[in-house]
């Protein structure tokens, strides 16, 4: 038995009390030693032990935005801003949509693709348009790859993105955590704690996730730099990605991009605990509904017809 | 790996979530209507071209001036002056004979397309920009419609994603 006076005991106990991140730093550091390149070795180890983002103090996660920002000054060549805005007390976002406006143009998908960093190759697009056959809600038959000039007779359009569920399937499909829903309804995903098994992916009703096959492919030029942590910064290969409603703008009071894309005016964007917003406005004054209501997702977001 | 020991790491790590201080959304603010008179290029009528030359009251193919402006918008109930008095361009004319600025339009419009206005008045039709907490923009009726010919043209949509043109268009997803 050892003597818990011995000083020669304490000084071993006191130097084996290292705290498990700084343990498991100090060995990524020697098992990355001898690398070509170490700063990238070195991150990627950070990146390895991240914690949860939920666990994350603010301190942890000034270094790691400061680490994820070199990074992409190091494969990108571009100086971008990670920011991780909190959601606003009181606001429980909402989105509505006219279908008797939208005329198809896909203006909301580009500028989505634009504001959300999204691979151009492969092409990934959080949101689809679809060409619906007038007098049917059957999506089973409308069309994505429609060209030629739009609105075509016979057809309405129907944008279909993420909807924000309140009762959201992908959440409770993740084993993992790594995807959950915000105080304000937002559904976001730690890209850093998605390990992509697409379960989420496969319990969604809407098609509204997306798995990075391959690297995002995205030119300097067009990387946004103004990124949020839990929206739109650059995704790894391999893990799973969704509409935020624009998460970093919207909790700064902007619109998302797609709202502000839209030339017709058919997307209606604001704060569901708000009597005078435009959404509410909406839900008091015109007959809505969700798509797939059978699911039984309570969506936050709404269509309807004037 | 990475599948297996990132969530163990977590279990061992056995603390609670960190709370965030929500934050109190910005204040709420003012619905503004982006004014139209800015964007006009010869206003004020009756200070340019109309104090030189007074308006033609005939129906005619337009020319001359204002030159490739149809009427198509109840073209044989109505000519120029039944918004544009001839004796106030610089406003229009309401069908009981109040007149408005040109900032005002949608109350011109309003008078037939009520249910729109209504609408519009509520942030329910039109577009809008800057801020949903405000102050927000909103476009007037004739940033979008032009009055005078107010059928919409036909877009043509950006180009979709590859793998959709791929499917030729198919169903959905």
């Known amino acids: ?306 | 790996m990475r599948l297996a020991l990132g969530p163990s790491l977590a279990l061992l790590t056995a603390c609670a979530d960190r709370p965030r201080a929500p934050r109190d959304p910005p204040e709420a603010g003012l619905v503004q209507v982006v004014p139209r008179t800015p964007l006009l290029s010869a206003w004020p009528c009756s200070e340019g071209c109309h104090a030189r030359r007074a308006p033609d009251p005939t129906r005619r193919p337009l020319r001359e001036f204002h030159a490739g402006r149809t009427l198509d918008h109840g073209p044989t109930l109505r000519w120029c002056d039944a918004c544009h008095p001839s004796d106030d361009l610089d406003r229009l004319r309401l069908l009981g004979g109040d007149r408005v600025t040109f900032d005002n339009a949608d109350q011109l419009c309003g008078q037939c397309h009520a249910e729109r206005h209504r609408d519009w008045s509520r942030g329910i039709h039109g577009a809008q920009s800057g801020s949903w907490a405000g102050p927000t923009l909103r476009r007037n009726c004739v940033a979008c419609h032009d009055p005078h010919a107010p059928q919409r043209p036909m877009f043509n949509p950006l180009p979709p994603a590859d793998h959709d043109r791929a499917y030729g268009g198919g169903a959905h997803p």
């Open chain 1, 1 to 306: 038995m050892s003597d818990p006076e011995d000083p020669a005991l304490a000084r071993a106990f006191e130097r084996a009390r290292l705290t498990r991140r700084s343990f498991l730093a100090a060995f990524g550091a020697a098992a990355a030693a001898g690398c070509a390149d170490r700063a990238e070795r070195s991150a990627l180890w950070e990146a390895f032990v991240q914690q949860h983002y939920k666990r994350l103090t603010e301190d942890d996660k000034r270094v790691i935005f400061a680490r994820l920002e070199a990074e992409v000054r190091r494969r990108h060549g571009v100086q971008v801003t990670i920011a991780d805005p909190a959601p606003l007390r009181g606001v429980e976002f909402g989105y509505a949509l006219n279908l008797s406006a939208c005329v198809g143009c896909r203006r909301c998908e580009h500028a989505c693709a634009v504001e959300n960093n999204t691979s151009r190759d492969p092409t990934v697009r959080y949101l689809k348009v679809l060409q619906m056959e007038s007098g049917s809600m059957d999506v089973e038959r409308s069309r994505v790859g429609y060209q030629g000039p739009v609105p075509a007779a016979g057809h309405f359009y129907m944008p279909v993105q993420c909807q924000q569920c309140r009762d959201a399937p992908c959440v409770r499909a993740c084993p993992v955590g790594a995807t959950w829903t915000e105080p304000d309804g937002i559904t976001v995903v730690d890209y850093n704690w998605c390990i992509g098994c697409r379960y989420c992916e496969a319990a969604c009703p809407y098609f509204a996730r997306r798995f990075n096959f391959s690297e995002p492919d995205l030119r300097p030029s067009e990387i946004n730099p103004d990124q949020g942590y839990l929206s739109n910064r650059l995704r790894p290969v391999g893990v799973v990605e969704k509409c935020t409603f624009c998460l970093h703008r919207v909790r700064r009071g902007e619109y998302p991009a797609c709202l502000e894309a839209c030339p017709t005016g058919a997307r209606k964007f604001g704060n569901l605990l708000d009597p005078a917003s435009e959404v509410r406005q909406v839900l008091d004054h015109k007959r809505v509904y969700v798509l797939h209501e059978d699911a039984g997702t309570s969506p936050r977001f709404y269509y309807f017809f004037d």
